[in-house]
């Protein structure tokens, strides 16, 4: 099976902090994407990478970054956070582009007060 | 640029019952179409997916949808329901170039009643 491991499941944050969510997966896939999911929004795409040291925007990168120094690990960056990146973060990967099945983590519940 | 409505925000029903959750998409091409179900404090898994060929489309977990491309419509069908089926369900719509940046809806929340 397909796993994607969010390492940090729930995390409380000040404003105006650096914070990292991070995210691994274990079968060598091609891409890896950063959603935000909040109530009634559905989700949104952050940030994908197709490579290794490559990235993409989703439709919402503002206030984010991404790097992917390594193929199986993904990680996003909230450089200075604020309270309405208060939300749940989920992580994910597919084999190869296309219409390929995605296999997400558990997720990330932040918290930014 | 494409879209997806989930006209029900959340739907009750009782357990053996049947079910029908629905999904609406506006695409300019073919779209490729997706359902995903979510359990509590979980992430989202793939139910079934649809790209081309046969209409009715087979999932897991005794799960079917159906593409209607006159009614732009891919409604997710169960004819009998669980108690383990209590979720919140997705519906997305993509290209065939990256199916990780899809469009998803909004979500249904299923409840089944006793």
């Known amino acids: 099976d397909v796993k994607v491991t969010q390492s940090s499941r729930y995390l409380v944050k000040r404003t105006g902090e650096k914070v990292f969510l991070e995210c691994v997966q274990d079968?060598?896939?091609?891409?890896m994407f950063w959603y935000r999911q909040d109530p009634g929004l559905g989700l949104r795409l952050i940030y994908f990478s197709y490579d290794v040291k490559m990235k993409e925007k989703g439709d919402i990168p503002e206030g984010y970054s991404v790097s992917r120094e390594k193929k199986e690990r993904f990680s996003l960056i909230l450089e200075s956070a604020s309270t309405n990146q208060t939300s749940m973060y989920l992580c994910?990967?597919?084999?190869?582009?296309?219409?390929?099945?995605?296999?997400f983590g558990e997720g990330s519940w932040l918290t930014v007060v | 640029a494409q879209s997806v409505t989930q006209p029900d925000i959340h739907i009750t029903v009782s357990e053996g019952a049947s079910l029908e959750l629905r999904c609406n998409y506006s695409y300019g091409a073919t779209p490729y179409l997706f359902w995903y179900v979510q359990s509590p404090g979980q992430g989202l898994q793939l139910l079934l997916k649809y790209f081309s060929g046969d209409t009715l489309v087979q999932g897991i977990k005794g799960f079917e949808a159906e593409f209607k491309r006159s009614q732009s419509s891919f409604n997710l069908r169960k004819p009998s329901v669980h108690w383990s089926d209590a979720a919140e369900y997705f519906c997305a719509v993509g290209a065939n170039t990256n199916a990780g940046k899809s469009t998803f809806g909004d979500g249904t929340t299923l409840t089944v009643k006793p």
């Open positions: 079968m060598d896939h091609e891409n």
């Open positions: 994910a990967s597919s084999l190869v582009s296309g219409p390929d099945t995605i296999y």
